[in-house]
């Protein structure tokens, strides 16, 4: 029994710094609940089976995942081109990561669509990008001179011939789509590259939105180029003073345009 005790002492320990670890790897909080109920699982199991002497799961502390509770802190402007120059074009690595990194700070793509994209969704003559996103839905959107670069110079440069119609491939054999779980530690990493505050994919759509809401551009034009139906979400950005702006509907049309958030942006859902 005393053997028991002591074994659970140290996995009550290992639990707390496994938990300690993955959080200050900017996983989302949803990410962490599932570690949570991974951990609870494994626990009840030992427990169940008597290889510890305690209930060790119903210890584990719960994930709070409150939404909308506060605006997001801002990544200024500069700490987001920071971000950029730190990749380094010497390096299929460092290719990858400029393609990526502007799809999510320029154009405030989620990282399940950056992960998501396939070579046929790049119309290279028109200048357009379709964007698979959620529920479902797709958007053509403009591709901007630094995006299409970055975009074609991982093309040409960097991605390895493999048969996969997906864009954004693993740098090591065997070639696989990166998949979006990948996305959040990749800008992470980058972040503490660039020796800029380490934030989480979505931080950088945050990032864009607050940018572009700083330069006056109205809520509705946000939400077009953000592709947000609803401009609640979209009013997480501003304080309740620009959400009710006069004159303001509470929904977004496809016949808003948003000329005045990037030059010559025209988002159609396909």
Same mark, same amino acid.
Request: with cysteine; charged share 25%; hydrophobic share 45%.
């Given at each position: ?16 710094g496994?938990?300690?670890a993955?959080?200050?790897r900017?996983?989302s909080?949803k990410s962490?609940?599932g570690r ?5 699982s494994?626990?009840?199991f030992?427990?169940?089976q ?7 799961g119903e ?6 995942g409150w939404k909308?509770t506060?605006v ?11 971000l ?16 990526v ?5 320029r154009?405030g ?6 992960a ?9 003559r #028109? *200048?357009?990008? &379709? !964007?698979?996103?959620?529920?479902g839905?797709c958007? %053509?959107?403009?591709?901007s =001179?630094? @995006? $299409? ?5 991982y ?6 011939? #493999? *048969?996969?119609? &997906? !864009?954004?491939l693993?740098l090591?054999?065997?070639? %696989?789509?990166?998949g979006? =779980?990948? @996305? $959040? ?11 800029v505050e ?12 607050t940018?572009?809401?700083s330069?006056?551009?109205r809520l509705p034009?946000?939400?077009?180029v953000?592709?947000?139906r609803?401009l609640?979400t979209?009013?997480?950005?501003a304080?309740?003073r ?11 049309t ?17």
């Open positions: 029994m005393v053997l028991l005790e002591c074994v659970a002492g140290a996995i009550g320990r290992a639990v707390t496994f938990l300690l993955e959080a200050s900017g996983l909080a962490l609940r949570v109920a991974e951990l609870r494994l626990l009840r030992l427990y169940l008597e290889m510890i002497a305690s209930p060790l210890g584990v502390p719960p994930v709070p909308d506060g997001p802190r801002r990544l200024a402007a500069g700490d987001v081109q920071a950029l120059d730190s990749c380094d074009r010497a390096t299929v690595s460092g290719k990858r990561d400029l393609a990194l502007p799809l999510l700070a154009m793509l989620r990282a399940a669509e950056v998501g994209l396939e070579l046929d969704d790049f119309d290279w #028109a *200048g357009e990008l &379709v !964007v698979h996103g959620k529920a839905r958007d %053509r959107m403009p591709l =001179a630094e @995006v $299409g670069e970055a975009v074609a110079a093309l040409l440069q960097a991605r390895p011939g #493999a *048969g996969s119609r &997906v !864009v954004f693993t090591r054999p065997p070639w %696989r789509p990166i979006h =779980a990948a @996305v $959040g530690p990749m800008v992470w990493r980058q972040c503490r590259i660039a020796g380490p934030v989480r994919a979505h931080r950088l759509r945050h990032a864009l939105a940018e572009l809401l330069r006056g551009v034009e946000i939400a077009q953000l592709r947000q609803d609640g979209t009013a997480v950005y304080n309740s620009e959400l009710h702006q006069p004159g303001e509907k509470p929904q977004v496809r016949s808003q345009r948003c000329r005045n958030a990037l030059p010559g942006l025209r988002v159609t859902t396909v």
